[in-house]
């Protein structure tokens, strides 16, 4: 009879998630100057917001161009509600862009 040889064991390092690259960045629209738009991103840890008090009819907005000019490949961008971002889809696509 042989006797059967137990495996060596070895322990595998841990593995950690790692933290998201980039920074957090967050874009605010309202429509009119009197609405808050605090409550949009509340309780969200963002490095920077851009804030616009426009129309959301087109996207030639200041802060929305600032936000575009700003980002960059491993950045977070938080949005409300995708209507705050554009009104159709085709602003839509030309904000994203081709990801």
């Known amino acids: ?6 495996p060596i064991r070895t322990r595998r390092p841990v593995r950690t998630r790692k933290p998201p690259k980039g920074q957090q960045v967050g874009y605010l629209r309202v429509s009119s100057l009197d609405q808050n738009e605090v409550r949009q991103l509340e309780g969200l840890a ?16 200041p802060q929305l161009g600032a936000m575009q000019s700003f980002v960059r490949e491993g950045d977070t961008v938080f949005c409300h509600s995708m209507d705050r971002l554009a009104r159709n889809l085709d602003d839509l696509r030309k904000i994203a862009g081709p990801y």
């Open 46 to 61: 963002l490095d920077k917001t851009f804030t616009d008090k426009a129309s959301g009819n087109d996207a030639k907005r």
């Open 1 to 6: 009879m042989t006797k059967v040889k137990e």
